[in-house]
Nanobody
């Protein structure tokens, strides 16, 4: 069993930055790909970013490319999402998720999810 706990969300003005963290439990964290997803009110949960278990490969949604950076520290069992140049359309609940088997952008491929952290960007 893997447990994930997100933190770092909050209210920020457009153009500002936030850094989300996702702390995980479980000895096999270093073997999982880790993803960030977000869900705005009334909308489906969508892919934001993913990082491979070795941190050697990352992939981003077009909407955040060049503004967000995903990283991980396997020694600390933690994955991060640095969000810069935030826009009001980035407002959503952000979730981290663990994928033991693949490097995916698809919600259904992820086996473990955190409870989410709210990010609100004011204009």
């Amino acid at each position: 069993q893997v447990q994930l706990v997100e933190s770092g969300g909050g209210l920020v003005q457009a153009g500002g930055s936030l850094r989300l963290s996702c702390a995980t439990s479980g000895r096999t964290f270093s073997r999982y790909s880790m993803g960030w997803f977000r869900q705005a009110p009334g909308k489906e949960r969508v892919f934001v970013a993913v990082i491979s278990w070795s941190a050697g490969t990352t992939h981003y949604a077009d909407s955040v490319k060049g503004r967000f950076t995903i990283s991980r520290d396997n020694a600390k069992n933690t994955v991060y999402l640095q969000m810069n140049s935030l826009k009001p359309e980035d407002t959503a609940v952000y979730y981290c998720a663990a994928d033991p088997y693949s490097f995916s952008t698809v919600v259904s491929e992820y086996d473990y999810w955190g409870q989410g952290t709210q990010v609100t960007v004011s204009s």
